[in-house]
């Protein structure tokens, strides 16, 4: 009998601490996922969002980033400050009624306190004008931790080869 309840009560101990990891421990690779969701979340638009909620989410992209950002996509490579990034941002959404920005196949590597990530981008929308948007693009990124948090500090396109 008492082999028993010690028995039940390590399966319920160790059921405990796997839904504790599962669910509530936060790794880094977590972290940096929650990262890029959050970005999709507020770079992407509803169609009856007000300036209001704009600014909370500008303001939120705005602090995803590092102080200064190095981009190489096409032709906009160079280095942006984190608020120069939600500011554009919010210039690409103004044309937009809605759009959506979703990460893909997030491939994270690593290295101390930086990390090298890999993912799709997808943003899918519909302009002002009526045009519909479907784009989709390989991006590479650099992470730095600081503070406890990560934060974005390159963003540079992967030139994909089509058949």
Do not use: C
């Amino acid at each position: 009998m008492v082999n028993k309840n010690i028995l039940i009560g390590i399966f319920i101990l160790i059921a405990g601490v796997a839904v504790y990891y599962f669910f509530f421990y936060e790794n880094d690779e977590k972290a940096i996922k929650k990262r890029f969701d959050l970005v999709a979340e507020n770079v992407s638009k509803d169609s009856d969002e007000s300036k209001l909620v704009m600014i909370k989410r500008l303001a939120i992209i705005e602090r995803a980033f590092t102080q200064n950002v190095h981009f190489k996509i096409e032709n906009r490579s160079g280095e942006y400050s984190s608020r120069e990034i939600a500011r554009r941002v919010g210039g690409v959404r103004s044309h937009f009624t809605r759009m959506a920005l979703k990460f893909y196949d997030i491939n994270i590597d690593l290295q101390g306190q930086t990390a090298a990530v890999m993912a799709t981008a997808r943003i899918t929308g519909l302009k002002k004008n009526g045009e519909q948007v479907a784009e989709t693009r390989e991006l590479e990124f650099g992470l730095q931790k600081k503070d406890g948090d990560w934060f974005i500090a390159t963003v540079k396109a992967v030139e994909v080869l089509e058949k």
